[in-house]
């Protein structure tokens, strides 16, 4: 059984940075894509960023580009989400999840596998 387990979440004023960490169990890692996705209190979850299983592509929402970054370790088997000049709309429960597809994927039914979350407050 896959299991992912994301950390590094916390609270943080407006402007700061924060980096995500998730760590999926098994030797599988490096043939999955791995995103994340994340859900304010009353929304439906969102899409966030997407890496490849290479790492060779990466692909965002709108939201984050260019304040976020998503990057992976294979060696550790583990995918960061690096979160800059943030915003107190960024305030969520981030989950990480792996998907079989090994692809930029973006809809969360082509992901296999998820973790619990971890949340994230931005103060204003």
């Known amino acids: 059984q896959v299991h992912v387990v994301e950390s590094g979440g916390g609270l943080v004023q407006a402007g700061g940075s924060l980096r995500l960490s998730c760590v999926v169990s098994?030797?599988?890692?490096?043939?999955?894509?791995m995103g994340w996705f994340r859900q304010a209190p009353g929304k439906e979850r969102e899409f966030v960023a997407v890496?490849?299983?290479?790492?060779?592509?990466?692909y965002y929402a709108d939201s984050v580009k260019g304040r976020f970054t998503i990057s992976r370790d294979n060696a550790k088997n583990t995918v960061y989400l690096q979160m800059s000049s943030m915003k107190p709309e960024d305030t969520a429960v981030y989950c990480c999840?792996?998907?079989?597809?090994?692809?930029?994927?973006?809809?969360?039914?082509?992901?296999?596998?998820w973790g619990q979350g971890t949340q994230v407050t931005v103060s204003s």
């Open positions: 098994g030797p599988a890692f490096r043939t999955y894509a």
């Open positions: 999840a792996a998907s079989l597809h090994g692809s930029v994927v973006v809809a969360p039914y082509d992901y296999d596998y």
């Open positions: 890496i490849t299983w290479s790492g060779d592509n990466t």
